[in-house]
């Protein structure tokens, strides 16, 4: 397995490949400044809960990294602990006592896989998209060495990408080459 | 290449794999009218336990019936993972739980939650085949199980995907699917099992695959499910096949979506099960649920000769929210 980017996003920092990304907001705003920047023609960005955001954020700004010799991603594998947790608590305020009107369009968030479906769409990649729910980071390594070894010629965009609450989110996700 | 050394369903139709096999060939079907199950949701009709479960205890009983039943002594052995397959876990919360259900055996190693929509069960089957061809682990116990909620059944109302009576899968008259409730147990292992006279059944080959195409309905083209089944076939063909498990959930798009993708992969004309009807639809349950009805129904193919000897395969597909697809192919020998 060779790191070939990699790209982590805190509620107050961007750093990609080790060197910092400047940005002049905090939290959820972070990440509209950051669409903006990097992507700006996907407005489907702003049906997306939290979690999708944060995802296809760092995946917009690894995949516009000009990368030499590396393929594109075939596969995406992404881990957290919250699972959906932010946006379920968003659905749940939906069909709160006296106050019952059940959102579809907050539903369909209230999986974390969903997040791999929208940079599988984006990027028209077709390969494995999987999302686990871990204890911690580390627990990733062995699914990550274990899936490379039964597909040995496999990009992947794997890591980490958790919302717990409004504003507050961690990602940290790399291009991982397999050959 | 994984052996099957045990495995349990418990669910409203009955407890143990062969409970349950036999109530489906009996024709009964876990599917009732709710109408005050939970406040506000309109009726609905489902598959749901007389008695209101808790998660865990429930997954924790699955498991001992399986070890129980096979007499296995693995639980908490440090060669052993736990892996779980749910969409909802415990009232929301998926970490937790496996983390209890796995101490409760007294397993030392992190568990692995699998939360890839509806395809859960079967993405966890994978997993725990990777794992053990990979020799991180000797044994994999894979826990498929989900509850139903407030939560859940006005999301789906909210969606209008449910039926208001019994689905009915594959029929023009469709008009979506049924819930269900259900907790099934699969033990994967590197070796059979020494005192079998036979593995239960060897799993061959996984594959998942995205359609990207659109996030709560399936390809049109069924792209993803396609290249799930040109997968999990490669090296056999479609007359080595016994039996299909396919999803038939009996919404529109879904049942439609499958029977492009079963042409394409020239599997029209392979027998195909279909469980919907029996326990509604059982999320990160139905995957484990339904393979291991379909390795029984394909067993019990092969003993009354109703296929011949090549027939000995067994795919089981499914399809979910996010675009994602997947299936596995097994033997039944």
């Not at chain 1, 059940?102 to 999987?130: D, K």
């Not at chain 2, 899968?169 to 036979?198: C, H, K, V, W």
């Not at chain 2, 999990?232 to 529109?252: F, K, P, R, S």
Request: include cysteine; charged fraction near 15%; glycine fraction near 6%.
């Amino acid at each position: 397995m060779r790191v070939i980017s990699e790209i982590e996003i805190t509620p107050t920092s961007v750093v990609l490949n080790g060197k910092p990304i400047a940005v002049e907001t905090t939290g959820e705003k972070m990440l509209v400044e950051l669409y903006r920047r990097f992507a700006g023609d996907y407005p489907k960005f702003f049906k997306m809960d939290t979690l999708s955001r944060l995802g296809f954020i760092a995946a917009e700004i690894l995949l516009k990294e000009p990368m030499a010799n590396s393929p594109k991603p075939t596969a995406i594998i992404l881990a957290n602990r919250s699972a959906s947790i932010k946006n379920d608590t968003d659905y749940m305020d939906t069909i709160s006592d006296g106050k019952y009107y059940p959102s579809p369009a907050l539903f369909v968030y209230t999986l974390p896989n969903i997040v791999t479906g929208e940079i599988a769409i984006r990027y028209q990649i077709q390969g494995e998209t999987s999302f686990y729910i871990l204890d911690k980071p580390e627990d990733l390594e062995q699914i990550l060495l274990s899936t490379f070894n039964i597909q040995p010629s496999t990009s992947a965009l794997a890591g980490w990408c958790e919302c717990s609450y409004a504003n507050t989110f961690y990602a940290k996700i790399q291009i991982i080459w397999n050959n | 290449m994984v052996y099957c050394i045990g495995h349990t369903i418990i669910s409203p139709l009955g407890e143990g794999s062969q409970a349950n096999l036999e109530a489906v060939q009996a024709g009964r079907s876990g599917l009732k009218l709710y109408t005050h199950r939970f406040a506000d949701v309109e009726p609905f009709c489902a598959s749901l336990f007389d008695t209101p479960q808790s998660f865990v205890p429930l997954c924790i009983k699955s498991v001992e019936d399986a070890i129980t039943n096979y007499q296995l002594q693995i639980t908490n052995s440090k060669d052993t993972v736990f892996i779980l397959s749910t969409t909802k876990g415990d009232n929301l919360d998926l970490i937790t739980p496996a983390k209890t259900i796995a101490q409760h055996f007294g397993n030392p190693n992190a568990p692995i939650v699998v939360s890839n929509a509806c395809t859960s069960g079967v993405c966890a089957q994978i997993t725990a085949m990777r794992l053990l061809e990979a020799g991180l682990y000797r044994h994999a116990i894979v826990v498929g199980c989900d509850i139903q909620s407030r939560f859940i059944v006005s999301g789906f109302q909210s969606f209008k995907a449910l039926s208001p009576e019994p689905c009915k899968p594959f029929s023009p008259d469709r008009q979506g699917l049924n819930l269900g409730e259900a907790a099934a147990t699969i033990i994967y292992s590197q070796q059979p099992m020494a005192n079998s006279q036979q593995p239960l059944w060897t799993l061959e080959a996984g594959s998942i695959h995205n359609d990207a195409n659109h996030l709560s309905a399936p390809s049109r083209t069924g792209e993803g499910a396609y290249q799930c089944l040109k997968d999990v076939m490669e090296g056999i063909t479609a007359d080595q096949i016994a039996l299909v498990g396919v999803h038939g959930t009996a919404t529109m798009y879904n049942d439609a979506m499958e029977t492009i993708a079963l042409e394409r992969a020239g599997l029209q004309d392979v027998p195909k099960s279909v469980l919907k009807p029996f326990f509604g639809h059982t999320m990160g349950a139905a995957g484990v649920v339904e393979t291991i009805l379909c390795a029984m129904q394909a067993n019990k193919m092969v003993n009354d000769q109703m296929v011949n000897d090549q027939m000995v395969n067994v795919i089981k597909m499914l399809s979910g929210f996010g675009g994602v697809n997947a299936a596995i192919r097994l033997r039944c020998e």
